[in-house]
Nanobody, 122 residues
Framework: QVQLVESGGGLVQAGGSLRLSCAAS????????MGWFRQAPGKGREFVAG????????SYADSVKGRFTISRDNAKNTVYLQMNSLKPEDTAVYSC???????????????WGQGTQVTVSS
């Protein structure tokens, strides 16, 4: 089992940047593929980005491709989401998640963090 804690959210103007972090407990972080998801008010949860156990496979939603970068540091049990050129439509609660999958799925994750709010003003 793994526990996930996100940080780094906040309020930023359109065009700005934020870096989210997700710290995982336990010694088996390297055995999980990791994903970032977001949920805007009144909308369903949306896959944002995912990264495989060894960071060889990375996947992005079309809406963030070229603006967001996912990365991981297995020595620090942490996954990151660098968000650049932020838009008001990026406003949402961002959550990280872990899965035992060998690939980078866009759903069916096993463990979830509580989420961190990202608000982009126009």
């Amino acid at each position: 089992q793994v526990q996930l804690v996100e940080s780094g959210g906040g309020l930023v103007q359109a065009g700005g940047s934020l870096r989210l972090s997700c710290a995982a407990s336990g010694r088996t972080f390297r055995n999980y593929a990791m994903g970032w998801f977001r949920q805007a008010p009144g909308k369903g949860r949306e896959f944002v980005a995912g990264i495989s156990r060894s960071a060889i496979v990375i996947s992005y939603a079309d809406s963030v491709k070229g603006r967001f970068t996912i990365s991981r540091d297995n020595a620090k049990n942490t996954v990151y989401l660098q968000m650049n050129s932020l838009k008001p439509e990026d406003t949402a609660v961002y959550s990280c998640a872990a899965t035992h999958s060998l690939s980078v799925p866009r759903n069916n994750y096993d463990y979830w963090g509580q989420g961190t709010q990202v608000t982009v003003s126009s």
